[in-house]
């Protein structure tokens, strides 16, 4: 296992002939583009200049430049942090930095992957503030710079804030649009699938299972729920629809049977060659 989102990991997916991809984009103070996962650079996997697990946790990547970001490394996990006792196997990459999404889709473009799939999915809410621009200039702002790439009939592009989606659909209803779900499983944990939920852009939803049917009407492409939120009836139901189901993020491997079991269409792990291999071992034909 290597750090997410670094280019030292996609070059191991391109090495390993993996064909598709999942990442996700957050914008700079100077309006770049970058390739992270934290509304705030993570102490458990940043170091700064001299070396030094970071302490703060509070500083946001919307607040700082690209230059000041690339002054970080993000190659290692601290494996004393809860985070890293998760992923005590990870290997470290030398000299990685949180790139630009420019860099990685020049990395993926001179790969010349044969039926190349990229999911980009743009980090945004709208329960806080000032962690990110507008939901409007966010999209003006990715889809200027993978613009100039030549990989826009590669890419799909998710978010959690259905905002973000209906953005793009205004600028251009034929981008696909993938619709990310997570329906709450406890009175405790964060849940963005809900009758007018904020995260749905305030959608009026008063089943659960129509929500395949929802998606749809929206004008979705794919619907990316979490996995332990899905069952054979609910993909059947999104299936009548025409609509791909791609879960996340699936880890064990008795998990990933039991989607492909289900009839799923796409699994995204942090064990992509894993994946693979068990595809290859059970004569499934995803790669």
């Known amino acids: 296992m290597l750090p997410e989102n670094t280019l030292g990991s996609f070059k191991y997916l391109f090495e390993n002939k993996i064909n598709a991809y999942e990442t996700d984009i957050l914008i700079s103070k100077d309006s770049i583009p970058v390739i992270t996962h934290d509304f705030h650079l993570d102490p458990s996997l940043t170091q700064d200049e001299e070396g030094n697990w970071l302490e703060d946790e509070n500083i946001k990547i919307i607040d700082l430049t690209y230059d000041q970001i690339s002054k970080y490394e993000v190659g290692s996990l601290n494996k004393l942090t809860k985070y890293g006792r998760r992923f005590l196997n990870q290997k470290k990459l030398e000299n990685q930095k949180i790139p630009k999404v420019s860099e990685l889709l020049d990395l993926t473009s001179k790969n010349n992957i044969s039926n190349l799939v990229i999911n980009l999915e743009i980090k945004s809410t709208p329960v806080q503030e000032y962690l990110t621009p507008s939901p409007e200039e966010m999209v003006k702002i990715v889809l200027k710079e993978v613009n100039k790439s030549n990989l826009t009939n590669k890419i799909i592009y998710s978010s959690f804030d ?126």
């Open 162 to 287: 259905w905002r973000i989606l209906r953005e793009i659909k205004n600028y251009n209803p034929e981008i696909p649009r993938a619709y990310l779900s997570f329906e709450q499983q406890s009175s405790g944990s964060f849940g963005n699938i809900y009758d007018q939920s904020p995260w749905m852009d305030f959608t009026p939803l008063h089943n659960n299972v129509d929500l395949p049917k929802l998606i749809k009407a929206l004008g979705g492409k794919a619907w990316h729920p979490f996995y332990r939120n899905v069952t054979k009836k609910i993909v059947e139901i999104s299936h009548d629809e025409n609509l791909p189901v791609n879960v996340w993020t699936v880890n064990d491997e008795e998990d990933m049977l039991r989607m492909i079991d289900i009839g799923v269409d796409g699994i995204m792990t942090d064990y992509p060659v894993q994946l693979k291999e068990l595809c290859e071992k059970k004569n499934i034909n995803w790669f």
